[in-house]
């Protein structure tokens, strides 16, 4: 057996939480918000996220008892690998890469559209290099995407510990402004801007179908158990939380939304390709614009919350692949001073800082393409959960999911639904050709690679070794 490299414990309770929800919350809810209420109504957008809370909270209590069970980085790899082998572990890794690759990529675009909102045309644009898919790559874009890039990937260097309080000042500061907003909105506002309550039927499933990219992200806690340095029970625990958290803040930020400004008010922002719907309507109920730009620094906040949580995913990920003997050795090594999988966090960051290249325009593709691999990681570790209570109903299990069987088959359901949001046949918003080329692109070059590793001496080691790779001395079963 060749020496296991093994992440550094270093991350507790309150760094857990802040990675999942940070992750979860991202910039999506300031863009947003106003458009799920004129869509769904007050109401309507609040019962679809609280239905859509449901939703999510069934494929996180799946989670909730796999990653305290198996508390190793790579959390959806380790899982697949553990109920149905190594081909499905690798297909199952392989698409979680997807998911966070796609939107740590888009993350850098984000930031400078933010700053574009916050300064407003201040910032010079150092000139216009060349179009994408209609969008502009102007000099300050690339300058703030790539520099933001080169940053958050320095920070994840330096180890999970640095991270983690990026992330939870980071995530506090966002909080903040989020709390502050909705409080605004409770006193300064009127219940008679509350309207409409409902809307229609198709308002409600415009609403529906956002909701499962804003839940994204509380899948990174799996990724970094094997540096949680806390109980064991306590890591289901935080999950379910964070999942509620999560939930709880969009639908208090509905609330801020329809409390703060009357509705032609709300629908003229909405109307605004320029405006920021929750900012704008924080500074209509202050009224002043500078209430506005707060707003938008706290947002931005989840910006850099959402960027670093993905960066860790996608990094343990590799790291995990690599130290299994499914991607080459080297994304498979640790800093001895950091504890960070260095070579596994450059080869992210080079892909953020090269990804505003594309424009904001083409990055849509990736976020979309992203989403659709996320679901089907959610459908592979659902389904492991299920096959894990049936094959090995003996493991440890410090955080036992009551009634499972109910729980991992709504849960296989609820990864279905959500993944039939992106087949034309069943959806108003399917991917479109171009993303459906992106997802089978990567699909095809993972099966290169597939082929490739496997013919290699890397490829070809023992069953008895991988396992020992994947899973150390204390879960291995042989």
């Avoid at 869509?39 to 239905?51: D, E, K, S, T």
């Amino acid at each position: 057996m060749s020496q296991r490299q093994e992440l550094q414990k270093s991350l507790n309770m309150k760094d857990v939480l802040a990675l999942a929800f940070g992750t979860m919350i991202g910039w999506g809810w300031i863009m947003l918000a106003g458009s799920w209420v004129a869509n769904g109504g007050v109401l309507g957008a609040i019962l679809a996220f609280a239905l859509g809370g449901v939703m999510a909270l069934f494929v996180g209590m799946t989670y909730a008892e796999l990653t305290p069970m198996l508390p190793l980085s790579g959390g959806e790899l380790v899982f697949s690998y553990r109920a149905m082998g190594y081909n499905a572990s690798w297909f199952t890794g392989w698409m979680i890469t997807l998911a966070y690759l796609g939107v740590a990529a888009w993350e850098g675009p984000a930031l400078a559209n933010a700053l574009g909102f916050l300064f407003g045309g201040v910032l010079p644009d150092l000139g216009t290099l060349y179009t994408v898919q209609g969008s502009d790559v102007t000099g300050m874009f690339l300058l703030i995407g790539c520099i933001g890039a080169v940053v958050m990937t320095f920070i994840n260097y330096k180890g999970a510990k640095a991270s983690a309080v990026f992330q939870t000042t980071a995530t506090v500061a966002m909080a903040i402004g989020g709390i502050a907003f909705f409080c605004c909105g409770a006193i300064k506002g009127d219940l008679s801007n509350m309207v409409p309550a409902f809307t229609d039927g198709k308002g409600f499933v415009a609403v529906i179908l956002a909701v499962p990219a804003m839940f994204v992200g509380f899948d990174v806690i799996p990724q970094a158990a094997e540096e949680m340095n806390i109980p064991l029970g306590k890591i289901g625990k935080v999950m379910i939380i964070a999942i509620g958290m999560a939930a709880a803040w969009y639908m208090i930020m509905i609330l801020g939304v329809a409390l703060s400004a009357p509705l032609d008010v709300r629908d003229g922002f909405n109307a605004d390709p320029d405006a920021v719907p929750v900012a704008n309507c924080f500074a209509y109920a202050l009224g002043h614009p500078v209430f506005g730009k707060l707003m938008i620094i706290a947002a931005m906040c989840g910006i850099l919350t959402s960027w670093n949580g993905f960066i860790v995913g996608a990094s343990r990920v590799i790291f995990s692949m690599a130290r299994a003997h499914m991607l080459p050795g080297i994304f498979g090594k640790v800093h001895p001073k950091y504890g960070s999988p260095t070579a596994a966090v450059l080869l992210v960051g080079i892909i953020t800082v090269l990804s505003p290249l594309l424009g904001k325009s083409a990055l849509v593709w990736f976020v979309d393409a992203a989403a659709f691999g996320t679901v089907i990681a959610y459908f592979m570790v659902s389904l492991s959960f299920c096959v894990l209570r049936k094959k090995e109903p003996e493991l440890d299990r410090p955080f036992k999911v009551k009634s499972g069987g109910f729980v991992g088959f709504m849960a296989v359901l609820v990864a279905l639904f959500f993944a039939s949001l992106y087949i034309p046949l069943y959806s108003p918003t399917p991917l479109t050709p171009i993303e459906w080329a992106l997802v089978g692109g990567w699909f095809l070059l993972g099966v290169i690679l597939f082929i490739a590793n496997k013919c290699s001496a890397n490829g070809k080691a023992s069953k008895e070794e991988v396992e020992y790779q994947m899973f150390g001395d204390k879960y291995k079963r042989f």
